[in-house]
RNA sequence: GCCGACGUAGCUCAGCUGGUAGAGCACUUCACUCGUAAUGAAGGGGUCCCCGGUUCGAGUCCGGGCGUCGGCUCCA
């Protein structure tokens, strides 16, 4: 707030780098007017660091702001979006009397809206909805600002029977707010903190994409509301544009692609558990291959567990407490048993096996465990979720004083595994203390500091809360081709595990401690790892993963023994190849290779023959013309191995 | 699990207000033996997701279940 003289001058910085003085409590508006007339009359909102605010709140000292104008790209669809929530919101409630609001932000790509309605909404209702949010844009209606005091907002929104909004208005005072802002354009009246443009005109084409469910302030404890997901862009030319990469990134689904490449299969006989095709299979064996190659150099020893296993041993390792909604059980001679939904009590147990000394130590055991999870029925998502699925899963027993130099060494290990696989943008999360957790706070705090003394200096989110119940964890996650988020390898600190298990080791001075527990994986699931594979490459896997790496055409049956020795001498050399000899024209086999995204076809014909040689076509019709067949073997190989 | 939509041949889909199913691709066979992205013809293939109900009659209407898709919640 502004107030007495003794307040000093601000300065803030602009995109440009230069410095801008602005008296105390100025605000983003002021400073547009301090920048120019123009700016003033075409700022909507203003940028301060990550955060797009309303132009009426008073800038601070040395923040770095920039103004948004309808030229300022994304920041300004942010905006627009953000009025054409308020316009969704009006035209639902003038089709559907009666709504209540919930809230409605912009989000990546649209924004959404979320009401208590007093009928339900279908698809059918969108035609006119939408017809209404263009009548209300043809009208220009201005966005208008006011600011209340909490208690006369909490009045007026429950005067209005918006209790969700007095909910929010109650909560902001909570955080210490002493007014809050509101936006009105024609009737509509909405607690908003704002950023807006001038009036609805300036809002472009907008569509509305689906509808669902969500629950007030995200908590299945509370009502739940109708969201309506829509987006916008200032023109309806850029609008096709999004919804024609939408059905390209569609393209690129790994569920699409899995049927269409025969990879793997679902089955109504078994929701959430994938088949894999001999194609995929072979994808899959590589993947492992890689994974192997890190397990030799790292110092790994390879174990295998019993997929089924006591119930008593699921009730000592808290997994019984912690998960057993989640857990397949059986009973066979009147004893409980459970299937596996991880593999940290096997390596307990083969680590228990027998008596340990610190010499053994860090003793660095890995699995690959088929785990079963039963995960509600809403959550399965082709290869991303599923209910069992292979964890390259590795146990590190340590010494305290040897966790840090392991936690490195398993973040080392998975940044060179994903540079091989070409992942680039993996966003890593430091995961901290559950509510539902075991242990004591300081043993927790001791083992955040650990992980977060291993990250070093790299680039991380922290992540309140979202621990395992039995440690924290570093998770690497990477998005798919819709933009949604998933985790992959993981590391993971686990002081409790020991302690169940009573594990112990002999010291250098004759005595019985207590290791410590890490858990790790690279890929996290070779099943989600292979589905993300899929969209990253769109299908075109490198050539060393291609599960057809070479495929053989013969250009006429005279040619077919030729080609088939082609398909040996590859074969032989370790390269995947088939032929294919149907009774097709050239060009329609080469179109069905294309097709099939296989690497490299390979014609034979006359010439060929005669030569013992092969015409070489790579990928979207490279030709690299013909050569005799060693050579084209050996240059594959090569390939390959690159 | 919750909200919404959807479920017809291996795949993509058509099937109007109820009258017992159709196309393209794929597959099989035949003819063609072809030089770098679709040769032609013929043929086989369906418990219209499942279970009930309404009706003379249900792919179509109603109820329940299962599955899939988009979200929410959850995710060791």
Redesign the pocket.
Known sequence: MPSSETDRAISVTLPDGAALELPAGATGADAAAAIGPGLAKAALAIRVGDEIRDLARPLGDGEAIQIVTRKSGDDYLWVMRHSAAHVLAEAVQAIVPGAKLGFGPPIADGF?YDFDLPR?????DFPAIEAEIRRIVSEKAPFERTVMSIEEARGFFADRGDEYKVDQVEELGRQGEVEVSIYRQNDFVDLCRGGHVHHTGEIGAVKL???????WR???RNP?L??L?ATAFPTSKELDAHLERLEQARAR?H??LG??MELFH?D?AG??FPFFLPKGMRIIREVEGAVREELERMGYEEIATPTILSDELWRK???W???RE?MYLTEVDGQGFAVK??N?PGACLVYRSTRRSYRELPLRLAEFGH?H?H????????LF?VRAFTQDDAHVFCRPDQIQDEVVAILEMIDRFYARFGFDRVLLGL?TR?E?ATGDAATWEHAEAALRAALGDREYVVKEG?????GP?IDFQVTDT???LW?LG?C?LDFFMPERFDLSYQTAEDTQARPVLIHRAITGSIERFLGILIEDTGGDFPLWLAPVQARVL??????ADHAEAVRGALVAAGLRAEVDA???????R???G??AKIPY?L???????AGDAA???G???A?EG?MPVGDVVDLLVARARA
């Open positions: 959404y339900p909404l279908t698809d059918e994409t689906s509808l669902a469910g969500a629950y995200g908590d299945e739940q109708t969201r997901y689904d569920r699409r049927r269409d679902f109504d929701p959430g390792s808290g997994h407490d912690h998960y989640n939904p991880m940290c785990v999870r995960e509600l029925s809403g959550v399965l998502h082709g979720r995961a559950p539902k979202d621990g395992a119940f039995y964890k819709m933009g949604r985790q993981t993971q013969p250009i006429a049956d005279r040619h149907r009774a097709e024209s050239v060009g329609k080469i179109r069905d294309e097709l076809l014609v034979v014909g006359d010439k060929e023959q015409a070489l076509r990928r979207h019709g030709d013909t």
